[in-house]
């Protein structure tokens, strides 16, 4: 009976595509993440390594087309702890330095300090010696900075040295805040007049010098009694007699024992009696490092490109605020809210990020314990970077047509890699991705090392 045996196929069908078109139904949606995926598989540049020692810069040409003729270019690091970015940013020194006529690094670390620390480098003495006269241990106990630090030192042999400079308002160290920094401004005023400053007056700036530590501030908030006019005083002093005080110092001495002077009176500042509410005007520490870093740019470092090392939020050239919200006060805002207002496209903002692995500081009063970064959002930018199957790539934001999708709000984690909604083509020029980040590892002890 073929009529029966046709009925019956054709249920048997039936059946089939019923089952089919469930299974479609039940199975995984579309992707609907694939083409922003697929754009930036094809549009991000791949950057070969990280190695500081590997100077075979090919890899990095997509870098100085987007860098172009920028001045100062910033490179952060999303914490303190991320040992992959400092390997990085060594490696993209090095590169900025030989092949771009970089010849200035400036980092996040005391304008006074830093001074210290470079005289250090210039000598013979171990490396972690001369990163304690400045650096926050943070940075100068992880092996990952040691090579920045070796490349500095190697370079004051050549035709062209690193030169390294100081950036942050504070005094970055102990020894500076209670000896080396009032210590230096005495020796320099004696030479002009030793009863100049009076006894009193010296135990005035010592206790200033070494009470303005933010942590005290946040530990117990309150107006602090220093001697304000002090220092005002001697930065007049300087103006007034600045003939006189040629013949003892240099003019770059100078003016950087003055600039000093201003950027102590500016960690005052940004310290009000109550560091939640903050000034009313918005100036903190960041408006200082913008002035120094300008102040360098003007004078000194006038004729130079800059490098800037620093933590992404530092760098950001816009205020860390969702789009649309109000503006900042006035004075409010990150450091590179201010450099881009003075530079323009003179600015290139280069921020780093990473997929998942681990952060941990070398400083182990920062927190001792490593962090594993927690596992993005689906369509976040790491998520969609991380598609692309590369250890390491770079998105210049700059070029970006003003309609793309990137320059809408977007997760990322250039924050402590926590997931954040901005769009960060507003804060950054660039993206370095990193997909698995490995921690900052601390130097062993000095006996250990030897």
């Known amino acids: 009976m073929p009529h029966l045996r046709r009925s019956a196929r054709l249920l048997s069908l039936a059946a089939v595509a ?62 303190h702890g991320d040992g992959s970015t400092f390997l990085a940013k060594a490696r993209l020194i090095r590169f900025l330095h030989q092949e771009m006529g970089f010849d200035a690094l400036a980092w996040e670390a005391g304008f006074f300090d830093c001074r210290d620390m470079a005289a250090a480098l210039r000598g013979g003495g171990p490396l972690t010696d001369a990163a304690a006269l400045c650096l926050y241990r943070l940075w100068g106990q992880s092996a990952q900075v040691q090579p920045t630090l070796a490349y500095v030192r190697a370079t004051q042999a050549t035709a062209r040295p690193l030169e390294l400079v100081g950036i942050d308002c504070r ?60 220092p005002r005083r001697l930065i007049a002093a300087i103006d007034a007699r600045r003939e006189e005080l040629l013949r003892h110092a240099s003019p770059r001495d100078v003016d950087f024992v003055r600039q000093s002077l201003v950027s102590l009176l500016a960690m005052d500042r940004a310290l009000p009696p109550d560091l939640e509410k903050g000034n009313p005007d918005g100036y903190n520490r960041d408006t200082a490092m913008a002035e120094n870093l300008l102040w360098w740019l003007d004078g000194p470092l006038r004729d130079r490109k800059v490098i800037v090392w620093a933590h992404n939020f530092h760098v950001f050239t816009d205020a860390f605020t969702p789009r649309g919200a109000p503006p900042p006060r006035a004075h409010g805002g990150s450091m590179g809210r201010f450099l881009r207002q003075a530079l323009g496209d003179g600015l290139y903002t280069i921020g780093f990020d990473s997929h998942h692995g681990v952060y941990q500081y070398a400083d182990p009063n920062a927190g001792a314990e490593a962090v594993e970064i927690a596992a993005p959002p689906a369509g976040s930018l790491e998520d969609l970077l991380h598609r692309a199957g590369k250890p390491y790539l770079f998105v210049d934001f700059r070029t970006l047509p003003p309609d793309h999708w990137l320059r809408e709000p977007l997760s990322g984690g250039f924050y402590f890699h926590e997931p954040v909604e901005r769009d960060w083509p507003r804060l950054l020029d660039a993206a370095f991705f990193i997909d698995r980040m490995e921690p900052s590892a601390k130097l062993p002890p000095p006996a250990a090392r030897r």
């Open 18 to 79: 019923l089952v089919a078109a469930g299974a479609k139904a039940n199975g995984p949606a579309p992707d609907a993440h694939a083409g922003r995926a697929a754009w930036l598989a094809a549009h991000a540049a791949a950057v070969r390594s990280i190695d500081p020692a590997d100077e075979d810069f090919s890899d990095l040409a997509p870098l100085a087309a987007a860098i172009g003729g920028a001045r100062v270019v910033q490179l952060g690091e999303a914490t």
């Open 171 to 230: 005094v970055s160290t102990a020894s500076g805040r209670q000896e080396r920094f009032p210590a230096s401004i005495f020796a320099f005023f004696d030479r002009l007049d030793p009863s100049l400053i009076s006894a009193a007056e010296r135990a005035d700036l010592a206790a200033m010098s070494a009470g303005l530590v933010p942590k005290d501030y946040f530990d117990k908030p309150g107006e602090r009694n220093y001697n304000r006019a002090l």
